[in-house]
């Protein structure tokens, strides 16, 4: 049997390369919603991000997920990104 190639990402805290199914990801939705896709299949603009915590911050420190989904994200996202991955861990 052929091996199957592995769809690889980049976390935007950490800048690793890690297997996608690792990973999760950060969608801006057609209608311009930030939310986070646990299937990876939603329809937008994604970004990945690692489940730790310190990956999350070290992206908005830097506002790589902002530049990586071409829009201005609030405080308010970023404070439900923390609630939802606190809740992943």
Same mark, same amino acid.
């Given at each position: /049997?052929?091996?199957?190639?592995?769809? /690889?990402?980049?976390? /935007?805290?950490?800048?690793? /390369?890690?297997?996608?199914?690792?990973?999760?990801?950060?969608?801006?939705?057609?209608?311009?919603? @930030?939310?986070?896709?646990?299937?990876?299949?939603?329809?937008?603009?994604?970004?990945? @991000?690692?489940?730790?915590?310190?990956? $999350?911050?070290?992206?908005?420190?830097?506002?790589? @997920?902002?530049?990586? $989904?071409?829009?201005?994200?609030?405080?308010?996202?970023?404070?439900? $990104?923390?609630?939802?991955?606190?809740?992943?861990?």
């Amino acid at each position: /049997m052929k091996t199957r190639k592995i769809p /690889m990402r980049k976390c /935007m805290g950490c800048q690793e /390369m890690k297997s996608k199914k690792e990973l999760i990801r950060v969608v801006r939705t057609p209608e311009g919603e @930030i939310v986070i896709d646990r299937t990876g299949k939603r329809s937008g603009r994604g970004a990945y @991000i690692c489940p730790q915590m310190e990956c $999350l911050e070290k992206a908005i420190r830097h506002k790589s @997920i902002e530049r990586a $989904l071409e829009t201005a994200i609030e405080e308010p996202v970023y404070q439900t $990104l923390r609630e939802e991955l606190s809740g992943n861990v």
